[in-house]
């Protein structure tokens, strides 16, 4: 089986990790105000360089910074574009896991100014992580996809007034993010995941219907944001290796949607222009193998098949059987293995310890290394 020189990489992960209790500590010290933001970024530094070691350390070839420096994988990111800001009303996700039910609270959204990127959202922050990685580690950015800015609010999040025409807003959003694209290019990036829940939402009915309720159009909103995300990387410089990562929610070992990829597979995989789709699969709420049918020659497929949810260690051969019933739908050779979502998408984190999670990536280490050498 041939080795891949670029990402995604047959063992790979999503990107956030369970952070750290000293961490943790400096984080609650900042917000009491016993502790400087540059002191809070020194400990950020140390967590991170400790956590690129044990990416290296277990075989992995790609190392993110665990996303140490966010509270929220997406919200951290948007609130920096130029015309979105925080509202005072909040909105409410409802979550759900083989325990109960819980709801995550967060501020909602407005988009008051027209759509612009001033700073280099994260870029000292990659900065950073890429003099970290050791030879032969490639440094992996994510970031919330420009779907995720219109999914949280929809058209009732915009000002009519700075976006009379919905077309403005979505040109200006894609150029916005065509810009950041370029620019951590420019800074050495070779490795961007665009994170997307809402083209695994969207599988579901219930999540059609709650935004048909607020008036947007859930049967085609799907192919809306392909269009976007596609504007967005249409310039990206040649070496730079883009993937989307989709899952139906995370937080707290719970998730907020089910359903499998058959709603949007066949647009989704033909006409989406990244590298490579890190796809949820870790248990029977992700459907089954077949939409990977869609899947094209040339694309890569990052099968989730570790769950981040619990501790429990999967079986190297439970694995090995599902990577062999993947097989049957797209190429093996199209086909990598990570975990289903990241260990920690908000500061809280999963419910499993950092024994736990080291030992799931590096039995996806293994495992790959068994079964494409």
């Not at 574009?81 to 501020?107: C, M, W, Y």
């Not at 990829?261 to 796809?279: I, N, P, Q, T």
């Not at 570790?306 to 599902?322: A, F, I, Q, Y």
Request: hydrophobic share 40%; charged share 25%; with cysteine.
């Amino acid at each position: 089986m041939t080795f891949r020189a670029e990402p995604p990489f047959r063992a790979d992960h999503v990107g956030s990790l369970l952070r750290p209790p000293q961490l943790l500590r400096a984080r609650e010290q900042k917000a009491l105000g016993e502790i400087s933001a540059d002191q809070l970024r020194a400990v950020e530094d140390d967590a991170i360089r400790d956590v690129v070691r044990m990416q290296h350390d277990i075989g992995l070839r790609s190392a993110t910074d665990g996303e140490f420096r966010r509270t929220s994988w997406h919200m951290d990111f948007i609130y920096r574009l130029g015309g979105i800001r925080p509202t005072d009303e909040k909105i409410q996700v409802h979550f759900r896991n083989e325990q109960g039910e819980l709801d995550f609270e967060s501020a909602a959204l407005a988009v008051d100014a027209p759509i612009t990127l001033g700073e280099t959202i994260f870029g000292a922050d990659f900065a950073f992580l890429a003099g970290q990685v050791a030879p032969g580690t490639t440094a992996k950015l994510t970031i919330p996809s420009p779907s995720m800015v219109h999914y949280r609010g929809g058209r009732a999040a915009i000002d009519p007034a700075v976006y009379p025409d919905q077309e403005l807003f979505w040109a200006d959003l894609s150029a916005a993010y065509a810009e950041q694209v370029r620019r951590v290019a420019e800074l050495g990036c070779r490795y961007l995941q665009l994170d997307d829940t809402s083209l695994a939402y969207l599988n579901d009915p219930a999540q059609r219907r709650l935004l048909t309720e607020r008036g947007d159009d859930a049967e085609n909103q799907h192919l809306r944001y392909i269009r976007q995300i596609n504007a967005a990387i249409a310039d990206r410089p040649a070496g730079l290796n883009v993937t989307t990562h989709m899952c139906r929610g995370n937080f707290r070992s719970s998730w907020a949607a089910s359903g499998g990829y058959d709603f949007v597979a066949e647009a989704l995989f033909s006409e989406l222009a990244v590298d490579g789709f890190f796809l949820e699969y870790d248990d029977d709420r992700s459907g089954d193998f077949a939409p990977l049918r869609f899947v094209p020659p040339g694309k890569t497929v990052v099968l989730g098949l570790v769950t981040t949810k619990n501790g429990t260690l999967e079986s190297k051969d439970t694995l090995k059987r599902r990577i062999d019933e993947a097989a049957r739908y797209v190429p093996l050779e199209q086909l990598c293995l990570s975990p289903q979502c990241g260990f920690s998408s908000t500061v809280e984190g999963n419910v499993l310890t950092y024994d736990d999670q080291v030992a799931k990536l590096r039995l996806i280490a293994e495992t790959a290394e068994e079964v494409w050498g």
